[in-house]
Structure formats: structure tokens, C-alpha cells
């Protein structure tokens, strides 16, 4: 395995110049023009282009637990994980045709301020304390943590370089963020640029090292097709459901992808929340005109659907290796098999250059994710706490000012929970950590999103019982109700789960969470008005598209007919 050498640290060292030098040339033409206000600052209002939001938008969600545990995921299962990147595209159609005409309409810039507006200021104000906390305490914290000790491990793995990498990459992530939503949507662009390349240069050696392997060159094609005739179980989007003679490795894998079933299910959940009711996501083109705004997003569809290839290809490559005899070393930990170190050993054997090249995408990753989590967490505290409830009288400068305090201190908490690993993020391992902990709550925030959109006679006790349903479904489904209720029931089927007990796939207790949640909502408010006052007023017009948005919509649908109709 190759070390890193100086032509590698040179690359990367070039790849922060350009990207600061980029961020400072933006920051600058931004004060020449003498634009400073709050809404500039958060939501980059009318500057961002289509294609800095589309890329905003990749460059946010690709991070440290994409590459490490998407990664992983593609050594375990197999092609399947793609389901979350193919149905995101799905995804990002629905918001860009349904979901940014509603905000964009009634002017929402913040995701407590959709809530204050169709429900009340209760609702806004306990979902923008919990968003706050999740974002700090769940999200920035795991972003960073993970990043840096997925670097760290490439660079040499000591404690003292991992501190260094936290440091180095918080300092680099507030540079970035202090210059406001337009600094971030635009180095984005260079971001995803180094993100594809690097991703690219990583897939590519990993289905050479499989061609090598197998005698025939250095050919990635060769290699696909290796991948393909060697483990063909890897490449099968629907897993079938266990029979009774399963094994418990392959009803592990069903329990985290549980077949045709998680298309009825959580996964719509989890993508629609993500990506059409998160403050993180939808800030990027909350601040632009709906045309650019539906293009922007729908461009973010298009990438979506090739992201497995770089996040995805190169875990399925470390498994063909593993099983032939390959990657031994890399791939234990402390004796044991471990699927995250899937991507850096594949990364290790990249020639000179090219390391540096693919590591600075990995930190392009990281940093545009710290960047634009930072600047969201400052965004709902300025926007829908500090301006409402503790400084009423502030003018645009001061809002800026606090917007900016808020970055950085919610950088210097992340890095205080990370150094020495407070939250055991490690020990359940990022993704897991990340979605223990919005899984919870994402059914119930994503009902009273959807009805509050479309259904007039929502109330805001609706919401609130709403909130409270979904958490403790989410309790209920994900630990007792095997035990409550049996293994197999109308509703469900439990499996073993290798640790003396049974669970229910986490997706399908998402979508019976979400249903439980909706029944509940819809039966507190039909005790209230028909006609909610707070409801929006909606027209078809709100929904039509133009010719060059409905274009893109039948090219991604078709090219995602022919990926599902391919790895069926």
C-alpha cells in the first residue's frame, strides 16, 4: 500500500488555496456590492445560480458517512444501499414540483418559520429547539468526528494527528461559512468538481485492482464485468424476504434494506424529510426565483443517480477482494472484520498524486457539509429565535453579527463532543449514530409537513399530538412491540437479530410510525374548523412547470426506470 508522498500533500494543499482563494474572491465582489443583509447572509437571496444550487445541494449531503458508510454498505449488501441515492432523485422531483411553489409562495426562508405560519408559534418554537440540538449535538458533531478520523486513518491514525484533523477541519469549514449562503453555494461548486474527480480516480483503481486480480489487465470495464460473474448477489436492488432456513448475515442485510416492502414504507420518509422539509437542504434554494430554484434541485436529482458509483462501487470492489483473498490487512480491526474501512483500503493503493487528489475530495466532502450545517443552525437561531423572542429590534447588521457568532460556536462545541469522542459515535458507528437518532422523530415532522401542505383542516394540536405519535411509535416499533406483540402480525414480521433478540426492520417502523402519526393527526383535526385559517391557499398554477423542467424530470424517471429495470 502506497504512503502519502509530497506530490500527494502538494495537491491537497493546492485544492484548500483554490477554494479559499475562490471563497475570498466571492466574499469580496459580495461587499463591493454592498450586500450585507440577513437574507443575503443566510439564503444567498437571488444569487445563487441553478448549477451552484444543484451542486450545494450534492456537496452538502455527500459527506464523511456517505463515503465511509455507503461504502460499507456496498461491501455488506451490495447495490441495493443505492435505493437511498436512486429514490432521492425521485425525491428531489417531488419538492422541486410540489413542495419550493408552497415556500417559495409564502415567502418561507426557515423551516420553524413554515411551522409558525401554518401551525403556530408553539409548534415553530419546539421544533426550532430540537432542530438546534440535532443538528449540533447529531449531526455537525458525527460530520466531524467521522471526516476526521477517516483522514486521520489515511494519514497515519494517531491521536495527535486526529485532534490536528478536527481543528483543521473546523477552522476550514467556519472560513468558508462566515462568508455567508453565497461563499458557501459557489465553493460548493469547486467542491463537487474535486468530489467527482477524486470519487472518480478511487472507483476507477478499485475495478483495476479487481481486472489485476483476476488476470485480465488493468481494465476497469474487465473489472465491472469480474464484480458482476464473482459476487452477482451484490447486485440485486430487491432482497428477497428470509425463509426459515435464512442465514443470519442474510437476514441482517434484510433488516437494514427489507426488500420491495421499504418502497412502501420508510424510504420515502426518510428522502422526502431530508430533502423537502430540512432546513440544511432546502435553505440553498429557498432564496432563489422558482424557475432556478426547480432546475437547480432537479439538476441535484440527475447526480444522485450516479453517486453510487463513487460511493457505492468501491465497497462492492473491497468485497470481491476480501472474499478472493485480497485486503486481509486493510479491512480488520482489532481482529475483526470491518465493512467502514472499506473505502480507505481501496484508497490506499492509489498511485502518487492521485491520493492527494481523492483524500482532498473526501475533505471537500466534509468541509462543504460543516459549512452548510453550520450556517443552517445560524440561520434558525438568528431567524426564529434571537429576532423573536430575545431581540426583537434587531437590524440586519446585528443579525449578521449574531449569525456569525452562532457558526463559530457551534463549530467549537462539535469540536469539543468530537476530541475525545463524548457521544460514542465510534462505538455504534456514524451512520447508526445519525439515524438512531432523526429516525425517531422523522416520521412525525414529515407528517405535519405533507398535511400541512395539503390538507386545509390540519390544526396545530394536530401537529403537536402529531410530533409527540411519531416518537413514541418510532419507541414502540424499534424496541417492544416484538415483545408486546409477538414476531409476526399483520403489520410486521421480526427476525432474529443475532444479539438474543428480535427486531423489526427499521424502515417498515418508519412507515408504520408515519401511519399511526397521520391517523392521529387527521382525528384531532377533524375536531377543529374544515377550513383551517392558517392553511395555504393553494392553486394548480402554483404546480405547472415549464418545458425545460419537465425535460429533466422524464430523463431522470427514464434513467432510473432503466437502472431498477438492470440490478432488479
Not at 483543521?168 to 468538481?193: E, R
Not at 440527475?302 to 465497497?315: C, Q, R, S
Not at 459515535?425 to 449514530?433: D, L, M, Y
Not at 383551517?532 to 431522470?556: E, Q, Y
Request: contains cysteine.
Amino acid at each position: 500500500m502506497n504512503k502519502f508522498t509530497s506530490i500527494d500533500y502538494v495537491i491537497f494543499i493546492i485544492y484548500f488555496i483554490i477554494v479559499s482563494g475562490y471563497g475570498y474572491l466571492v466574499h469580496r465582489q459580495k461587499k463591493k456590492q454592498g450586500v450585507t443583509g440577513s437574507h443575503d447572509f443566510f439564503l444567498a437571496e437571488g444569487s445563487l445560480t441553478w448549477w451552484a444550487i444543484g451542486a450545494s445541494l450534492i456537496a452538502s449531503n455527500i459527506s464523511a458517512e456517505q463515503f465511509i458508510g455507503a461504502s460499507g454498505q456496498g461491501f455488506t449488501v451490495g447495490v441495493a444501499v443505492a435505493a437511498y441515492e436512486w429514490i432521492a432523485a425521485i425525491a428531489l422531483i417531488i419538492v422541486a414540483v410540489w413542495f419550493i411553489p408552497v415556500y417559495l409562495k409564502n415567502k418561507i426562508y426557515t423551516m420553524p418559520q413554515f411551522l409558525e405560519t401554518r401551525y403556530n408559534k408553539w409548534v415553530s418554537l419546539i421544533m426550532a429547539i430540537f432542530w438546534l440540538f440535532l443538528y449540533v449535538i447529531v449531526n455537525l458533531t458525527s460530520i466531524l468526528y467521522l471526516g476526521a478520523v477517516a483522514i486521520s486513518s489515511l494519514l497515519g491514525g494517531s491521536v495527535n494527528m486526529l485532534h490536528i484533523i478536527i481543528i483543521g477541519l473546523a477552522i476550514f469549514a467556519l472560513a468558508i461559512a462566515l462568508g455567508g449562503m453565497k461563499v458557501i453555494g459557489y465553493t460548493d461548486v469547486i467542491q463537487v468538481l474535486v468530489l467527482v474527480i477524486g470519487g472518480l480516480a478511487t472507483t476507477y483503481i478499485a475495478l483495476t485492482l479487481v481486472s489485476k486480480h483476476f488476470g485480465l489487465g488493468e481494465n476497469a470495464i474487465a473489472g465491472f464485468n469480474a464484480l458482476l460473474k464473482d459476487s452477482p448477489d451484490h447486485f440485486h436492488m430487491i432482497l428477497a424476504k428470509p425463509g426459515p432456513g435464512a442465514s443470519q448475515e442474510y437476514i441482517n442485510k434484510y433488516l437494514l434494506l427489507p426488500g420491495i416492502a421499504m418502497y412502501f414504507a420508510g424510504q420515502w420518509i426518510v428522502n422526502l424529510n431530508y430533502w423537502g422539509c430540512n432546513q440544511y437542504i432546502t435553505q440553498r434554494a429557498l432564496g432563489a426565483d422558482m424557475k432556478t430554484a426547480r432546475t437547480g434541485i432537479l439538476f441535484a436529482g440527475l447526480m444522485k443517480l450516479a453517486m453510487p458509483i463513487i460511493v457505492i462501487l468501491p465497497g462492492i470492489a473491497a468485497y470481491v477482494l476480501f472474499k478472493n483473498g485480497e485486503l486481509q490487512k486493510e479491512m480488520t480491526a482489532g481482529g475483526h472484520l470491518n465493512a467502514d474501512n472499506s473505502y480507505s483500503a481501496i484508497l490506499g493503493f492509489l498511485p502518487n498524486g492521485l491520493k492527494g487528489l481523492s483524500v482532498a475530495a473526501l475533505t471537500a466532502a466534509i468541509v462543504a457539509s460543516l459549512a452548510g450545517k453550520a450556517n443552517s443552525i445560524s440561520t434558525i437561531w438568528t431567524m426564529d429565535i434571537y429576532k423573536k423572542y430575545i431581540n426583537k429590534e434587531a437590524d440586519e447588521k446585528s443579525m449578521v453579527g449574531m449569525g456569525k457568532w452562532v457558526i463559530a460556536l457551534c463549530l467549537i462545541i462539535s469540536i469539543a463532543l468530537t476530541w475525545s469522542d463524548s457521544l460514542g459515535i465510534g462505538g455504534e458507528g456514524g451512520f447508526t449514530f445519525i439515524q438512531k437518532y432523526t429516525g425517531f422523530i422523522s416520521p412525525g415532522i414529515f407528517a405535519i409537513f405533507i398535511l400541512g401542505f395539503f390538507w386545509k383542516r390540519t390544526t396545530g394540536a394536530g401537529a403537536i399530538v402529531g410530533i409527540l405519535t411519531g416518537f413514541a411509535m418510532s419507541v414502540l416499533f424499534n424496541n417492544y412491540a416484538p415483545a408486546l406483540f409477538g414476531h409476526e402480525t399483520f403489520l410486521y414480521t421480526a427476525y432474529p437479530n443475532g444479539k438474543g433478540g428480535y427486531e423489526i426492520p427499521f424502515l417498515i417502523c418508519m412507515g408504520l410510525s408515519f401511519l399511526f402519526t397521520m391517523i392521529a393527526i387527521i382525528g384531532v383535526s377533524l375536531a377543529g374548523p374544515k377550513i383551517n385559517p392558517r392553511s395555504f391557499v393553494l392553486d394548480k398554477g402554483m404546480f405547472k412547470v415549464d418545458p425545460r423542467t419537465l425535460a429533466l424530470v422524464i430523463v431522470t424517471l427514464l434513467l432510473l426506470a432503466a437502472l431498477y429495470i438492470r440490478f432488479w
